[in-house]
């Protein structure tokens, strides 16, 4: 429990205060999460009157430095934000899911470790391991996917660290510099990332609003004739979309009939209640289906599983894992395991889609009458803007106004974008924050245009 004191040297008493208990925090003498003794003990300890304690703590909150949940008090922020000088910014731009109160991740993440060094065979997660994955893990990985995957078998799981690395590794694999990848006209980042990397060509394929056409797909393999197509088929990032299920079976027709190979990224179905033929289903001997935990559990753990398309594919896989990252960190493998074998992840997964809802049902009433897609289960939208918007304007507005979004500059594969910006609901500390947040957004939206720079 913080204990509070006065930094004597600043201008006003209420300063005092505040400077104190941002030193203690950056000190590590109080912790995340910490809840602060009630403002009336404050006042007490330190001879102030309440309205300075009052206005020392409006402070730290516009510091970042805590959080007030109403009826519960006053709590110290995981990520203590700089202090600007105009207002703490509201990151409504990563796409984390949002840490639910239970499971507390704080508490089971220790805990979880400890028990796995503490247990018989537990400096075994101190080892090196086969860049495969451990046997254990591969078992675990393939029980948990099964549920979404049928077929998933362990000799066809390699463990890596994260989805992101597991993308590269596959593009290094299965391509070569300047061969084409078909993707949805906006995509993941983290593709446009790798194939600027290692020099291979985006070829934009047209959607709707239930994700990428399979007519536009065979066109693009028609033209530009493509080797792989990555897709995200659940609660597209940034669009929302999920990929129907007779959409997939066209798609994976068209793979087929083209020789495409498939990447199915597919991050957010574990949030999803409604279960669609995975493409690693409907075409295995053409797709690598990525699982991560980073959306359902958290990206803390970078832990995720790739299902390729036979055990002799894994371990190519593997191979290029050994040139990089080498192996997933074994300790996090092995608590991912745990977490599978005894329903914590599953657990994490609901209180994650339960939250998602709420956050979801407060965006939409705060932006009824707005053009925006969502998936209730999710953790973002895609927020098209009204007709004098330009997203890349929009959303320097809105960092200028404390509010961090992203355009669809960042996702698009084609030249010509939708004008839109994706908001991620996640990383909000509370609700009361988001909702303060979105409102502040959608009053920004009614405000006439401006642009970023002056054109002379
Ligand atoms: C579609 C998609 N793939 C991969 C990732 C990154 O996952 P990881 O944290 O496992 O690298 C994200 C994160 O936003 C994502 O949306």
New binding site residues.
Partial sequence: MWRPHLVDTARLKYLGIVDALEADIRAGRVTPGERLPPQRAIAEALGVDLTTVTRALNEAQRRGLVSAQVGRGTFVRDEPAGDEGGGTPLDLSM?IPPQPAEPDLRRILPQGIASILTSPRGTLAMHYQESTGAPADRTAAASWLAGRVAGASADRIVVTS????A?FALCALLLGRGDVVAAGAVT?P?LKAVAAQQHLELAPVAMDEQGILPEAFEAVCRERAPKLLYL?PSID?PTTATLPADRRREVAAVARRHGVLLIE?D?YAPLRSERLPALAELAPELTWHIA?L??CST?ALRI?YVLAPNAAAAVRLATVLRSSVLMAPPIFAALATRWITDGTLTALASAIRAENRQRQSSAASIFSGLDFAADPDGHHLWLHLPQRWRAAEFADHAERAGLAIVPASAFAVSPHPAEAVRISLGIAPDRGMLEEGLTQLSGLLTQPAVGSRAVV
């Fill in positions: 796409n994260g989805a992101q690395a993308l993941y983290g995200i990032n990224d991050p991560t980073s959306k990206p995720a």
